[in-house]
Nanobody, 125 residues
Framework: QVQLVESGGGSVQAGGSLRLSCAASGYTYSSNFMGWFRQAPGKEREGVATLDRLLGRTWYIDSVKGRFTISQDNAKNTLYLQMNSLEPEDTAMYYC??????????????????WGQGTQVTVSS
């Protein structure tokens, strides 16, 4: 049974930083593709950052480029999202995704098989 457990969300002021973690268990890493998505109230879930674990390539949505960094620790089976210079527009529920079916730009939630429960990020101005 695959489990993805996110942590690290919270409330910060604009300009602050948070680091999200996604601990994976029961996941055989048969797929190379993992990522972070977010969903704000009334909006569709959108890809924020994705990682090709084999080739090391990354993708970021334009609005977070230069501010967010996706990374992994294979020894800990953990995916991270370092978020700096946070803006109120970053406020959303953030989800870890795994088991992606391929490298797609931009990514689609439908391409991922496994999801965490989400962690809330709230940025105040």
């Amino acid at each position: 049974q695959v489990q993805l457990v996110e942590s690290g969300g919270g409330s910060v002021q604009a300009g602050g930083s948070l680091r999200l973690s996604c601990a994976a268990s029961g996941y055989t890493y048969s797929s190379n593709f993992m990522g972070w998505f977010r969903q704000a109230p009334g909006k569709e879930r959108e890809g924020v950052a994705t990682l090709d674990r084999l080739l090391g390539r990354t993708w970021y949505i334009d609005s977070v480029k230069g501010r967010f960094t996706i990374s992994q620790d294979n020894a800990k089976n953990t995916l991270y999202l370092q978020m700096n210079s946070l803006e109120p527009e970053d406020t959303a529920m953030y989800y870890c995704a795994a088991g992606g079916s391929g490298w797609y730009v931009p990514p689609s939630a439908a391409q991922y098989n496994y999801w965490g429960q989400g962690t809330q990020v709230t940025v105040s101005s």
